[in-house]
């Protein structure tokens, strides 16, 4: 059974940092091009960034500079190191699959005060 777990999020001031996980069971993502996605209230899901299974990273203009997505292929998980946090960054984040997206995890809040 597919499961992915998204953890590391919380209540954070302008310009902090966080460091989001996900967990996956079920399938080997080193094999994977995963991504992180975000969707903010009344807003659509949307990419933020991601990692192909040869290490090459993409990024949504709007993070680029201030995020770093990794994986742990050992440990089966994909990391965000967000930075210089912006309250428009608050929102549910979430990893997947970016060419055959699976079931949703319940995803990690990030909140960034003003």
């Known amino acids: 059974q597919v499961q992915l777990v998204e953890s590391g999020g919380g209540l954070v001031q302008a310009g902090g940092s966080l460091r989001l996980s996900c967990a996956a069971s079920?399938?080997?993502?080193?094999?994977?091009?995963m991504a992180w996605y975000r969707q903010a209230p009344g807003k659509q899901r949307e990419l933020v960034a991601s990692i192909t299974s040869y290490g090459s990273t993409n990024y949504a203009d709007f993070v680029k500079g201030r995020f770093t997505i990794s994986r742990e292929n050992a440990k089966n998980t994909v990391l965000l190191r967000m930075t210089s946090l912006k309250p428009e960054d608050t929102a549910v984040y979430y990893c997947?699959?970016?060419?055959?997206?699976?079931?949703w995890g319940q995803g990690t809040q990030v909140t960034v005060s003003s």
């Open positions: 079920g399938i080997m993502i080193s094999t994977k091009t």
């Open positions: 997947n699959d970016w060419t055959s997206p699976v079931r």
